[in-house]
């Protein structure tokens, strides 16, 4: 005969901090507890206000441009260094971690740096620019190039063009750039001239953007409104997405290689799916002035947005308003974002010359974690997604306190856009024709063109 005991650990049911205390198995049968649900309610709505008192998303201003800081490049090699370019024509290069210019060139380009990016392989500290005075740049971060004070380092190359650039970006593995001005060059490292020059139909280039997972693909916004798209292997356009108004960035999910972001001037961020461009996958509604830079978090989940209403904004791409909203009381005009690649933290340029470093999560803390203070904050974000749809979980998640600028033109641009809904709604309900409704994700595009 055969007898078989319950055995249970000892350490299982001690405290950690004092050995006296015994805890007990507990029994999870519901009718044992009745009021379960309201105690949970109660520590979700402690939770989602604790979380609002913690939340402070700013962590520092690294000054030193004297002019508003235009551009901005993040090193995927790198994870502590970030180039920034300003209206004065400096290129800086950042330590994060001590946040200290590590690398300077004071006299760059004659006019605004309109665009910079790392130059991938072995080398991984060397970086292009480009600004209005028609030159493209290769600086490298070596020793002997490290710049005193009022000394501008020498360059490793310049490439000369024929129009003022407005962007550039590099090939993800191939010696190729490409440039945007009043046309698309194509650049091999090695060459005074460009190898390949692409256009179709735009005045204007604002920027151009290599795709890093489908390589040979990359897109192109102008001043004519138009989104392109370009295959380096035939050298030609695959399509061509006309907007209501023009678009000033574009960033591609570097999770998802059909899919980019851009940042539009009707206030708007709008997610693309390059494989069927004739509607928007979705549309982000809640800045109130023109979308100047947009970027996608390294998990491709995430968008952080900079605009000219002098705020920053952090999105779910399948949501269509803001999940937060960064804004400091001395931030003017932001013109370049950019999430950091271990998805901690979000930097933005402003015209106020400061590069600014924020958390990705306002209220998250950083450093080691003990078991026990994991596991309460898992259960704290479980608490705070089962309640959410509860409306006083709800108006503590949600509310912020924004500029009183921010909030004025907010409720004007409301009354607006449920003015322009109700004619619509007025015309096709006594119009004969009887013309169906426009979706939102399609209200924005003209026309969709391919080759």
Known sequence: MKIKALSRSTAEYTRETKSDIQKLPRNIDPELHPLERAR???????????????????????????DGVYAMAKNPWDLDSVVTGSGDGELRMWS?????????????HRGIVKGVCNIPGGETDRFLSVGTDKLAKVWSRSESAVASDGITPETVATYTGKHAFSGIDHHRNRPLFATSSSLIEIWDVDRSEPITNLTWGADTINTVKMNQTEVNVLATCGTDRSIILYDLRTNSPLAKLVMTLSTNAISWNPMEAFMFATANEDHNVYTFDMRKMDHAVNVLRDHVSA?????????????????????????????????DIYHAKRMQRVF????????????????????????????????????????????????KDRFAYVPEVRKVLQHRNVP??????SR??????QSRKRKEENVRKHDKSGKPRVPERKKAILGVTSK
């Open 40 to 66: 949970e309610y109660k520590r979700a709505l402690n939770a989602a206000k604790l979380e609002r008192m913690f939340a402070k998303p700013f962590l520092a201003s690294l000054s030193g441009h004297i």
């Open 96 to 108: 994060l971690s001590s946040q200290e210019t590590v690398w300077r060139a004071p006299e760059a």
């Open 291 to 323: 979308v100047m830079d947009v970027d996608y978090s390294p998990t491709g989940q995430e968008l952080v947005s900079g605009s000219y209403d002098r705020s920053v904004r952090l999105w779910d791409v399948n949501k269509g308003h803001s999940r």
């Open 336 to 383: 370049c974002v950019k999430y950091t690649l271990d998805n901690n933290y979000v930097l933005s340029g402003s015209d106020d010359s400061n590069l600014r470093l924020w958390r990705a999560r306002a209220s998250q803390r950083m450093g080691a974690k003990s078991n026990r203070e994991r596991s309460a904050i898992e259960y704290a974000d479980k608490l």
């Open 404 to 409: 009183k600028g921010i909030k004025k033109a």
């Open 412 to 417: 004007t641009k409301q009354d607006m856009l």
